[in-house]
């Protein structure tokens, strides 16, 4: 069982930068795919980025291209979601997830219910 904490939200206005940070427990964490999820109030989870259990191969979606940045450290069981250029679209509760994917032929996945583990999530606001 993997159980994963979030940290490093917060209140930031637009423009600014975060990162949140993702440490896994009680698992091999170098054996999971990372993923990064937000729901913004009235809304669906969404995908945001994932990153391979390497850390050699990352996806991110279309809104957050060229702003966040995905990494891992697999010595510190963390994953890292460096978020620049920040707007107001972008509040929400982050999530991060852990996926096994070592039985498919995939590295990573952007489909939310391939996850396995989930953080409970970590809040961002960004101010206009």
């Known amino acids: 069982q993997v159980q994963l904490v979030e940290s490093g939200g917060g209140l930031v206005q637009a423009g600014g930068s975060l990162r949140l940070s993702c440490t896994a427990s009680g698992g091999t964490f170098s054996n999971y795919a990372m993923g990064w999820f937000r729901q913004a109030p009235g809304e669906e989870r969404e995908f945001v980025t994932a990153?391979?259990?390497?850390?050699?191969?990352?996806v991110h979606a279309d809104s957050v291209k060229g702003r966040f940045t995905v990494s891992r450290d697999n010595a510190k069981n963390t994953s890292y979601l460096q978020m620049n250029n920040l707007t107001p679209e972008d509040t929400a509760v982050y999530y991060c997830a852990a996926a096994d994917l070592r039985s498919s032929s995939r590295v990573l996945t952007s489909n939310l219910w391939e996850y396995d583990y989930w953080g409970q999530g970590t809040q961002v606001t960004v101010s206009s």
């Open positions: 990153i391979s259990w390497t850390g050699g191969f990352t």
